[in-house]
């Protein structure tokens, strides 16, 4: 999981500059990700680990953290 | 005849009463509280003197916003719905552009309302929805006798492609003629269940608002953050018995693109309209696939300008993946003209530009008679008493079966997440950030990404957030590109047909 943490801080940081803390929780909760930021991020994970996120996937705890995110890719690739 | 909007909410009354109108997760309004509501903020207004002027509203997406609305036109004024989302410096761009004296604020706003430096009267919503403040009724009924249909109902902002919004006006009139078709078209009645997605400081929320009071149907305001969450949306509409949506193709897109349907499939709708950008045929067919039998799917096209949507097409056969879903026709009592640039009908099948007549026309751009009178002219097919159309920008062809298919946009005007932005209006906003010399924008229809590229000292980085401090989140662009040289065409104009080539790869 480790491995694909660095790459989701990178979206995220691309994403969102302002961000200052990169283990940042409540990026749904608190509303910073918007759909375009939601889309963009499964497009990259495709892309980087070939992890194909199902709509069932993609809920608002999953995408709270880059940690969240990373469990997910986990949980996917490993299932 | 009807002549005001709160027609559709005072007809009937005492039907509808305790119905609920509006909802979202945290708050509903029956007519009866919309009604109360409204008229007390009518009151308020009149007694503060603020009578035939626009009438800020800074408040969220909730049915509130609309009680609000309603009690702005009560009291005589139009109302003028400003984006709580957006930043400080593009509210501010629209309460100069419209000259405000006034706002009626949530109370939740009034910290972000501080940053706006609002030098006019703000009255806080809750303190005049209070049931200790009495309804002046003579007042109210003097306010409504007095008014016309020509009067103004509302102005919504669009992006200009001078870096100043645009704030369109429109009349009741106008706005009791789009109703009046599009519940036929949309076969609204008492049954109906709208869900509502666009925000409400565009025409685009009339859909649901106008219908809902004039039919007593209801309406839910689906929460901004399940269009991303798609399953939790189609459960959203399940759970609520929602058969009729009006949405833009991306978020209907969306749903399906991700594969919702496998998971969760919508049971009650009935009516899925869809307009505002192209919606490709292969999700069309996964939506129609997914919802009941018989689910009848229209495409809706119209300008701001022309009052909400002005053409409509049922779909009534298969499409070919790449192939456009037509536009259809006008709606009743509108005509689309295809003009060339010379002003002639152009002939069958070939392309042209949409001109808008009919009482949709709106009256024109707030405080800015120049613009207005390049779109809002005069007929060219007619030189023998006035006339106004809306020239579009669009460009229609009509096909062998006599139907109106979208071809492009004129200017450099782009459709992207629902949202119509002059890509000018970027580049005004950047070109103004020090250290950027040249810049243009572009827009990759693929991948539905605002490219910008420009010329200049200054990071890609501080650029990016200059932008953010300054424009709606949908109009920033996707990627940020600095050059060392700007490509120009032999003419001397930036060549965005080469940077579009190099970019949208």
Not at chain 2, 84 to 92: D, E, F, H, I
Not at chain 2, 237 to 242: F, Q, R, S
Not at chain 2, 293 to 304: D, M, W
């Amino acid at each position: 999981m480790e491995e694909y943490l660095d790459t989701i801080k990178q979206i995220i940081a691309d994403l969102h500059p302002e961000l200052d803390d990169e283990d940042r929780e409540g990026l749904v909760a608190d509303g910073i990700l918007d759909s375009y930021d939601i889309i963009t991020i499964i497009t990259q994970l495709a892309d980087e680990f070939d992890a194909v996120i199902t709509a069932d996937k993609i809920t608002p705890e999953n995408f709270d953290s880059a940690r969240a995110i990373a469990e997910l890719v986990d949980e996917i690739l490993n299932d | 005849m009807i002549k005001n909007l709160l027609e559709y909410l005072y007809d009937d009354i005492d039907l509808k009463r305790d119905k609920t109108a509006f909802s979202d997760e945290n708050e509903s309004l029956t007519f009866a509280d919309l009604y109360d509501i409204s008229r007390r903020i009518g009151t308020e207004l009149a007694r503060a003197s603020f009578y035939r002027e626009p009438v800020a509203i800074y408040m969220d997406r909730r049915p509130a916003m609309i009680a609000a609305f309603l009690g702005v036109l009560a009291g005589g004024c139009f109302y003028v719905p400003l984006d709580s989302t957006a930043p400080a410096g593009r509210v501010k761009a629209v309460i100069e552009t419209a000259a405000l004296r006034v706002m009626i604020c949530g109370r939740d706003n009034l910290k972000k309302a501080e940053e706006l430096d609002f030098k006019g009267r703000v009255l806080v919503y809750e303190d005049l929805i209070d049931e200790s403040c009495p309804v002046d009724d003579a007042a109210l009924a003097r306010i409504f006798d007095a008014q016309i249909d020509t009067d103004p109902a509302y102005i919504v902002f669009t992006s200009g492609s001078t870096g100043t919004p645009k704030g369109v006006v429109a009349c009741h009139r106008s706005v009791i003629d789009y109703i009046e078709h599009l519940s036929e078209i949309l076969e609204v009645d008492e049954s109906t269940v709208f869900g509502n997605q666009s925000p409400f400081y565009f025409d685009a929320c009339l859909k649901e608002i106008y219908p809902t009071l004039k039919f007593g149907a209801s309406a839910w305001i689906v929460p901004r953050e399940y269009f991303m969450f798609t399953v939790k949306l189609v459960e959203f509409l399940n759970e609520h018995k929602i058969n009729t949506i009006c949405w833009v193709g991306s978020a209907l897109r969306m749903v399906s693109a991700l594969g919702t349907f496998k998971t969760v499939r919508p049971q009650y709708l009935r009516t899925v309209a869809f307009g505002s950008e192209v919606f490709p045929p292969k999700e069309l067919r996964a939506w129609k696939e997914a919802t009941p039998e018989g689910t009848k799917y229209i495409n809706l096209y119209g300008p701001t300008e022309g009052t909400g949507m002005c053409c409509f097409y049922r779909v009534d056969r298969e499409f070919e993946d790449g192939e456009a879903i037509p536009i259809g026709r006008p709606f009743p009592n509108s005509e689309i003209l295809l003009l060339s640039d010379d002003g002639r009908e152009v002939a069958d099948g070939e392309t042209g530009e949409i001109y808008v007549r009919g009482t949709c026309v709106t009256l024109g751009y707030f405080n800015n008679p120049e613009k207005t009178g390049e779109s809002f002219v005069q007929n060219p097919l007619n030189n023998a008493y006035p006339e106004i159309l809306y020239k579009t920008g669009d460009l229609a062809r009509r096909n062998e079966r006599g139907e109106l298919v979208f071809v492009s946009r004129k200017d450099y005007q782009i459709k992207h997440m629902g949202h119509r932005i002059e890509l000018g209006e970027i580049e005004s906003v950047a070109g103004g950030i020090s250290g950027v010399e040249i810049v243009a924008c572009v827009y990759d229809s693929n991948a539905d990404k605002i490219i910008m590229v420009y010329k200049g000292e200054a990071e890609e980085s501080a650029v990016g957030d200059h932008l953010k401090e300054t424009l709606p989140r949908y109009m920033l662009p996707g990627r940020i590109v600095k050059v060392v040289r700007m490509p120009f065409t032999p003419g001397g104009k930036i060549d965005r047909k080469g940077l579009a080539e190099t970019y949208t790869k």
